[in-house]
């Protein structure tokens, strides 16, 4: 018998079954059974009947949908024509298949003739069985069941409901066979009578065994890798051994499995695994896809391979460095990583996730509200971070966050968890403290400004308390408040993370942190950050200087003549991230760019070499996008020329007005909250309540902070006068 | 004055956890251009608590079990609201999208209603209009529960000389039908659709999210297709 297979995706209908003649009813039965075909059983259909059969589907969709409502009429006539047509392709095309099961309803009683077979080898642990009954001259059916043995309801009978008359076409999905014979009751139901009881053996074959070797390409060191295994046949995902299922590490928070849906684009993304190193495993025979990842500096591998009965088919996965960002003193870090750490186990687990997705530096964040906190850690600071070779888990926390108010904060290399429910609004109190143990502070999700984090920014970004701000996230980069900041005059490192159980994967975005010649360690990469000296990417790689000043450095000038000679590159994998644009931005806006020649080309690299007029400061920084919508952004440099300020001078009375209107939007939220405390009323917030109680001192805050920002307006003022005319301090 | 204020700053009941994000709807979208149709696929993973609340809907008995029968009642259901909740036109001018295959649902493995999050697969397609020439612009609509905070992605592929690429391919949708392309000032609430199991196109007003793509002109020699491809140097 031919070897028969089908996909198994998701939920699908268990029974359907539709006159394909019926002319008031719609013939979904034709066109579900034609998709089933092709989603599910392309096996039964080869490769070279496949265009074929997805035109009939295409044609009996189109005439079903143009028939919805219409009137009868010529037109009509003539669609129902075009629709029947399609269907009689189809029936034709089915016929012409191979391993159909003929058989025809005769006599009184009825009975099979001839009989089904008593057995029948599927050739794989799932597949299609297509019957044909003839029960003589009528209009025929099209009937679909799906019985899969995994889920309990399914009552292992195979039912059709067929036609009195004419063909009926009935497609058996089969899934989760066990390996041997399977013996499922048939039964022919006719007008709601069950005609025929007859019996059918499925045998599935015996299992191969397919071993997978994965090492660094380039060390041939045994390492964890992210894997998928997909049938070919089916596109079903199999699950592979020595899989680490960090999943119960997550508190039931976000997407909380092992197998993680990664938000890169193509092929990159869908479903990956977590594999702790080399494994072997037993399959059911048939052709498979074995993919292996290991974050973006790596190539990736897609190796096609055949599993057979009884054999044992070897594979080796080695995904080699399309960059080695280390050698250029650059190190990978994901400041977002969310993961309950109790106990050795616990880390290696996270440890081998990071070290497959080749992340040396993990924050892993105990996460909390005014509320509670999640993702217990064992303990902070130094003792408390657990490492492999140059891969460090490095323990910090995301709190404070609110989530109405005042945004989301993370905190890097800390001492010990810092929460405080009754000083919870003060941020500043965090952020010192966190400064004080050696720590990083900064925000989370300023890409998209969730959780309106641009208040508390306003009120901590120019009392210089802030290093860093999240400003991509999930394969978005989001510029917008950041660029606000820079431009009124306030650093702001840039920092990305993957916010797993809520992203796809650690390191999906990523920051590096320059170390230069300096051995890696996580005192270096954290010190590294604190100077600044990062960039974030989700596929392209990015280098940035002006003279020899790298990203978070200032460059002092005291000529507004002064040359400055500013060098990008960025460079992206042929297979994956062709670049689409490189710029170098000077105050948000593209100063010079670099494209592909040719409108619509992609290059592997772009490169800008130039030299511009210091002119009275600003902010430059290079950022890069590639044709895959992965996208890289540096820090800036950060060029000044005292006493100026750096900022976006032209535009500093509306940039500071958009800060004071944030400060505003402070002391509503403090009003409102002081309003519900002076009611009376119940109110089981505690968020509300604390804001209530610790809006003097946030208030104090805001008035502190509104004096200092109408200082820049004063100083915006003075500036003008000492400033000449931009307009000619373009790049030559 | 509170409660504008309190509008105005999404004060309402507790919110824990990530609530936004998980509450939002990932939407992935995906279209594939060819000489005679245009594929639209789109994968929506429904986080935790939109997760949730369409279990709800799906598990008919109640039982906190969904059944494929369950399943695909549900889907039979949704499928006019999920067909009415896409849309495509070229260079201005709506084409038809028809059905190509039956929406699916992948619980990922959890056939119980609990808060995990599982996967809806749209598969639509429109024929090629002659008026589809290079320079055109294909904008996609995304309807589809609008009234719940989203992120969408899209991306494209192009056969038959044709090269798509994509303008705004990431954007955030706060569910209230207000978006920005940046810094979307999202509620940490649950959106109302959300928490009653709201349907996936709640009208015009509740607005949408439109990706516009333009058909460039193909570089000769270059490579788009995802692949291995081993000797590039740094």
Redesign the interface.
């Known amino acids: 018998m031919n070897s028969h297979a089908t996909l198994l995706?998701?939920?699908?209908?268990?029974l359907v079954l539709v006159d394909f003649q019926a002319r008031a009813a719609a013939v979904p039965g034709a066109a579900?059974f034609a998709?089933e075909l092709?989603?599910k059983h392309g096996v039964l259909v080869g490769p070279s009947r496949r265009p074929q059969l997805d035109e009939i589907?295409?044609r009996i969709?189109?005439a079903e949908?143009a028939l919805r409502g219409l009137a009868a009429g010529p037109e009509r006539e003539g669609l129902e024509a075009r629709r029947e047509g399609a269907v009689t392709e189809l029936a034709t095309l089915a016929e012409s298949l191979p391993g159909v099961l003929r058989s025809r309803l005769e006599g009184s009683p009825p009975r099979l003739v001839p009989s089904l077979p008593d057995r029948l080898d599927l050739g794989a642990d799932e597949g299609g069985l297509l019957i044909r009954l003839d029960a003589g001259p009528g209009e025929g059916r099209f009937v679909i069941q799906?019985l899969?043995q995994a889920?309990p309801?399914?009552s292992g009978t195979i039912r059709i409901d067929a036609a009195a008359g004419g063909v009926t076409w009935a497609l058996i999905g089969l899934h989760h066979l066990p390996v041997g014979p399977t013996t499922f009751p048939v039964e022919i139901w006719v007008g709601g009578e069950r005609w025929v009881r007859t019996g059918l053996t499925v045998v599935a074959p015996a299992l191969g065994e397919l071993q997978v070797d994965l090492r660094d390409g380039d060390s041939g060191k045994a390492t964890p890798t992210m894997v998928r295994i997909t049938a070919l046949a089916t596109g079903r995902d199999r699950k592979p051994a020595n899989v680490v299922d960090f999943g119960g590490q997550f508190d039931?928070?976000?997407?909380?499995?092992a197998?993680r849906?990664v938000?890169l684009?193509?092929?990159?993304?869908g479903l990956w695994w977590c594999v702790a190193g080399s494994f072997r495993m037993a399959l059911p025979p048939g052709e498979y896809e074995v993919a292996a990842r290991r974050g973006v500096e790596h190539?990736?591998?897609?190796e096609t391979i055949t599993v057979r009965s009884g054999a044992l088919t070897s594979v080796a996965c080695r995904p080699?460095?399309?960059?080695?960002m280390r050698r250029k003193g650059w190190f990978s870090g994901d400041d977002h990583v969310h993961g309950r750490i109790l106990s050795d186990d616990d880390a290696q687990r996270l440890l081998a996730w990071v070290r497959a997705e080749d992340i040396h530096l993990a924050n892993v964040v105990k996460?909390g509200?005014i509320?509670?906190t999640?993702f217990e850690q064992r303990g902070w600071g130094p003792k408390y971070r657990v490492a492999y070779e140059d891969y460090v888990l490095s323990p910090g926390q995301e709190c404070p966050r609110t989530?109405?108010?005042l945004g989301h904060t993370l905190s890097m290399n800390t001492r010990g968890l810092i929460r405080d429910v009754d000083q919870y609004f003060l941020y500043d109190r965090v952020a010192d403290e966190v400064h004080r143990q050696g720590g990083l502070f900064g925000y989370a999700h300023v890409n998209?400004?969730?959780?309106?984090v641009?208040r508390d920014m306003t009120l901590n970004v120019p009392r210089d308390k802030v290093d860093f701000g999240e400003v991509l996230q999930?394969?978005?980069l989001?510029?917008?408040?950041w660029y606000e900041f820079l431009n009124t005059g306030f650093r702001l490192t840039a920092a990305a993370g993957s916010?797993v159980p809520?992203g796809g994967s650690v390191g999906e975005v990523r920051m590096y942190a320059y170390l230069g010649a300096k051995r890696f360690s996580a005192d270096a990469w954290f010190e590294a950050v604190r100077r600044g000296r990062t960039l974030v990417t989700s596929g392209p790689?990015l280098e940035f200087r002006i003279d020899d000043f790298l990203p978070g450095d200032e460059i002092q000038v005291k000529d507004r003549e002064q040359s400055l000679r500013v060098r990008a590159r960025a460079?992206g994998?042929?297979?994956?991230s062709?670049l689409?644009q490189l710029a170098v931005v000077r105050h948000g806006e593209v100063l010079r760019e670099a494209q592909?020649a040719?409108?619509?080309?992609?290059a592997?690299e772009l490169s800008l070499d130039f030299e511009v007029p210091a002119g009275d400061g600003a902010w430059l920084a290079a950022r890069a996008e590639a044709?895959?919508?992965t996208m890289a952004h540096t820090t800036p440099i950060y060029v000044v020329r005292p006493p100026l300020r750096f900022w976006k001078h032209d535009e500093a009375p509306a940039l500071l007005d958009r800060r004071l209107r944030s400060l505003a939007?402070i002391e509503?939220?403090v009003?409102?909250a002081r309003?519900?405390a002076e009611s009376g009323a119940p109110d089981?917030?505690?968020?509300?309540r604390q804001l209530a109680r610790q809006g003097g001192p946030l208030l104090e805050q805001v008035a502190q902070v509104r004096r200092l920002y109408e200082e820049l307006r004063e100083t915006a003022e003075r500036e003008a006068a000492m400033r000449t005319a931009t307009a000619g301090a373009g790049t030559r | 004055m509170a409660g504008l204020v309190g509008l105005l700053t999404g004060a309402g009941g507790k919110a824990s956890g990530h609530e936004v994000l998980a509450t939002q709807i990932q939407h992935l979208g995906r279209i594939e251009a060819g000489a005679t149709h245009l594929d639209l696929t789109f994968e929506l993973v429904f986080h935790e608590t939109a997760s949730f609340a369409e279990r709800r809907r799906m598990d008919r008995d109640r039982n906190g079990r969904i059944t494929s029968e369950e399943g695909r009642r549900y889907l039979e259901e949704l499928a006019p609201e999920l067909e009415r909740g896409l849309g495509l036109s070229v260079d201005g001018r709506e084409v038809d999208l028809v059905t190509l295959h039956e929406p699916q649902v992948d619980l990922r493995g959890v056939e119980v209603v609990v808060p995990s999050p599982h996967v809806l697969t749209l598969r639509m397609f429109a024929r090629t209009p002659p008026h589809f020439r290079e320079g055109s612009r294909l904008q996609i609509r995304d309807g589809l529960w609008a009234a719940v905070p989203a992120l969408h992605a899209v991306e494209c592929r192009g056969s038959d000389g044709i090269r798509l690429e994509v303008e705004n391919r990431v954007t955030w949708a706060d569910g209230t039908g207000s978006r920005r392309r940046d810094g979307v000032r999202v509620s940490a609430e649950v959106p109302a659709a959300v928490g009653q199991g709201g349907g996936p196109n709640p009208g015009p007003s509740a607005g949408g999210t439109v990706f516009t793509l333009r058909w460039v002109p193909a570089p000769v020699g270059s490579r788009r297709e995802l692949g291995p491809a081993p000797g590039l140097q740094p």
């Open positions: 995706g998701g939920l699908v209908a268990a579900e998709s092709l989603l589907n295409r969709r189109e949908r799906d899969d889920r309801e399914h039931g928070n976000g997407s909380p499995l197998q849906r938000n684009p193509g092929r990159l993304g190539i990736p591998v897609f080699r460095r399309w960059v080695d996460m509200d509320y509670r999640w989530h109405d108010q998209s400004d969730l959780f309106f641009h999930f394969n978005r989001g510029t917008e408040v916010d809520w790689m460079w994998h042929a297979g994956r062709l689409r592909p040719g409108s619509g080309s992609e592997s044709v895959d919508g939007e509503e939220l009003a409102s309003v519900r089981a917030d505690q968020a509300w």
